[in-house]
């Protein structure tokens, strides 16, 4: 089962942030939380992960709560190709051979 | 760097039969794994395999195989395919560095039908 639990859905307004949240209460010291998004019936797209500091890219920002119960994904200025399902997932980095394991993630629709 | 392919990217197939799917992972990427996705159960991991060996198995039957070559391209083979193993089957590759396993990155995906 997901270790993570996520809103169904959203909605953002294009070129507005979006921002996702995702609740990770009991993680584990060792495990990074990752966010993939899907767009229709293609293969998850890796977006960003982290640790326990803020993680930036040319994508976006993760913003991850000092005690790492729970973590937001910031896309800073949303387009219309950003709507797509967005996966928070926990994973051990060091020392694994874990698999992914998706929850249902959030639909974020972005409206014009 | 090219991505990770996977072919056939559509492939309709009868009840019975068996089928064989194929990934490339990205150059230099030495660990392949396999996942499945329907609406009912969403993605689900199957195997993955690092230097031509299965690391790790999800929870599927033994219908469901695979195995990994020396160039690190793998394959799944589906035998006796039954409706519900309509899905989209992904795949995904990584470059485990040690003990520490890197980020996957999948491809585009192989939907299948049976009928």
């Known amino acids: 089962d997901a270790k993570t639990t996520q809103p169904p859905s959203m909605d953002c307004a294009e070129g507005r942030a979006a921002n996702l949240p995702c609740n990770h209460s009991t993680i584990s010291g060792n495990e990074y939380v990752y966010w993939y998004r899907q767009i229709h019936s293609q293969g998850p797209q890796y977006i960003i992960h982290?640790?326990?500091n803020n993680e930036t890219n040319e994508m976006a920002s993760l913003i991850i709560t000092e005690d790492r119960k729970s973590s937001t994904l910031i896309l800073p200025h949303a387009t219309l190709r950003d709507t797509a399902v967005y996966y928070c997932i926990v994973r051990v980095e060091v020392g694994g051979n874990t698999p992914l394991v998706f929850g249902k993630g959030t639909r974020l629709s972005v409206i014009a | 760097k090219a991505g990770v392919t996977q072919t056939p990217r559509y492939l309709i197939k009868t009840r019975g039969q068996q089928v064989t799917l194929s990934c490339s992972p990205i150059?230099?990427?030495?660990?392949v794994s396999w996942y499945q996705q329907t609406p009912g159960q969403g993605l689900q991991f199957l195997f993955e395999?690092?230097?031509?060996?299965?690391?790790n198995k999800g929870n599927f039957p033994g219908r469901f195989s695979g195995r990994q070559f020396s160039n690190s391209r793998s394959e799944m083979n589906v035998s006796t395919l039954e409706l519900g193993d309509s899905a989209l089957y992904l795949c995904?590759?990584?470059?485990?560095?040690?003990?520490?396993?890197?980020?996957?990155?999948f491809g585009p995906g192989t939907r299948l039908l049976v009928l």
């Open positions: 395999y690092f230097s031509e060996t299965q690391r």
């Open positions: 995904a590759s990584s470059n485990p560095m040690g003990q520490i396993e890197e980020t996957q990155y």
């Open positions: 150059s230099g990427h030495r660990s």
């Open positions: 982290g640790l326990k």
